[in-house]
């Protein structure tokens, strides 16, 4: 437990106060800025930074010409005040009185010092870079000496902290409990979103900057003889315009055709966003013989509660048709439902209209359930009716065993 102190006692709702050691390292640790105050001339100054602490004691990043860090140069070092706190929500109270948050803050108090020790600043360095995300500081060229001089650190040890925190729901007066006004929490959170690469960056997102979750939401390298599916990155842009520039691979497709890289990008953009939405896992395909980008595919709306997933967002090139890739790419996608997510029941959808598709679900071993009318818009604005079918974990054997059979080297050509 860190020791109460006059600047730490709070005067008013005591109850909300923790000071144990597990719950301030938790916070610090799950926040990446803070909130530095000081005083310059004696005027309150206050500055946004980012911080990391190591053991029992918090550092901040900085400039070696910013303010605090030219004040902290003398040996009495810089008096300090530092906070990270955390939003988790907004609370409406049927008056605007009781209107209030949920939070969970920190405070830390103290005489900060300014690292003078080059090791020591370059430790710090790593363990701030390893804190955006666990990994990187081996994915990134090190400091340079110039680069390090240029770099300020402050040390703050951790003796005067509390925590204040905030979990409740509405607390209105009971004379306004009959009002006939919503009141209630809106929880809020902090998430990450789509990675963007820099210009010229030609290699896929980090595994450490992709989404974490459920088995069913990850997008895993699958291998087979024909094709390789590899998660769909916006480092794929161009190879995957290439394949697919061609206006009969997007005749019956729901979105428009990308007419430039720019606008694959954008459809990539999209894909992307549904995987953090929890509601796309989307592949690139690519030609296992020749390394070339050849299409795309995907799982979408994945359950793992009801164990069903949808196979579709499929495009391949018209010069890899019939190649066995569209086959193969099938039957990894159903094995890796089935076998490996324990999935119970796969779907497809396809236009009405498309004819090939359908022909194409069909020798998968799917059974056509029914046509959905008017539930998927076409790119022209209008809408279309899908074929639905389905494949059942107790088909899934006889279908494997029949692609299989297809995809032999004796077989017919597959599509």
């Known amino acids: 437990m860190y020791p109460r102190t006059e600047r730490t006692t709070a005067t008013r709702t005591r109850d909300r106060m923790h000071y144990d050691r597990a719950t301030v390292h938790a916070l610090l640790d799950e926040g990446y800025h803070c909130a530095l105050a000081f005083l310059v001339d004696d005027e309150p100054r206050v500055l946004p930074t980012l911080h990391v602490r190591v053991d029992d004691t918090l550092y901040v990043h900085g400039s070696t010409g910013s303010r605090p860090l030219l004040a902290a140069r003398g040996d009495a070092g810089l008096p300090v005040s530092v906070a990270v706190t955390h939003l988790d929500g907004l609370v409406f109270g049927r008056s605007q009185f009781h209107h209030s948050a949920n939070y969970r803050s920190v405070v830390a108090h103290g005489t900060a010092r300014l690292v003078a020790d080059e090791a020591e600043k370059a430790r710090v360095l790593t363990a701030l870079v390893e804190k955006l995300a666990t990994g990187r500081s081996a994915d990134s060229r090190p400091p340079t000496r110039r680069e390090l001089a240029e770099t300020a650190v402050l040390a703050l040890p951790l003796r005067e902290v509390s925590v204040r925190i905030r979990a409740a729901g509405v607390i209105d007066e009971p004379t306004d409990l009959a009002l006939p006004y919503w009141a209630g929490v809106l929880p809020l959170r902090l998430t990450a979103g789509t990675p963007e690469p820099d210009a010229g960056v030609a290699g896929p997102v980090p595994a450490y900057l992709r989404p974490v979750g459920s088995a069913w939401l990850e997008p895993v390298v699958l291998r087979g003889e024909h094709v390789v599916l590899e998660p769909l990155d916006l480092a794929h842009t161009e190879e995957l315009y290439a394949a697919l520039d061609d206006e009969e691979v997007w005749r019956y497709v729901g979105s428009p055709r990308p007419r430039s890289a720019d606008e694959m990008a954008g459809y990539i953009r999209s894909a992307l966003a549904a995987h953090h939405r929890g509601a796309r896992v989307p592949w ?46 099938k039957l990894l996608l159903l094995t890796r439902a089935f076998t490996e997510l324990d999935a119970l029941r796969v779907t497809w959808q396809t236009s009405t209209r498309n004819e090939r598709s359908q022909r194409a679900i069909e020798r998968l071993g ?36 029949r692609l299989r059979e297809r995809l032999r080297p004796t077989a017919p050509a597959a599509s």
């Open 284 to 329: 690139a395909q690519r030609c296992a013989v020749t390394g070339a980008v050849v299409g795309t595919t995907s799982y979408y709306q994945p359950d793992e509660d009801l164990r069903t997933l949808e196979i579709g967002y499929t495009q391949l090139g018209r010069a890899w048709w019939r190649t066995g890739i569209n086959t193969e790419a």
């Open 366 to 401: 799917a059974t056509r359930e029914g046509t959905l009318r008017a539930n998927r818009r076409r790119a022209d604005g209008g809408w279309r009716d899908s074929a639905l079918y389905s494949m059942l974990v107790d088909e899934w054997p006889e279908a494997q065993k």
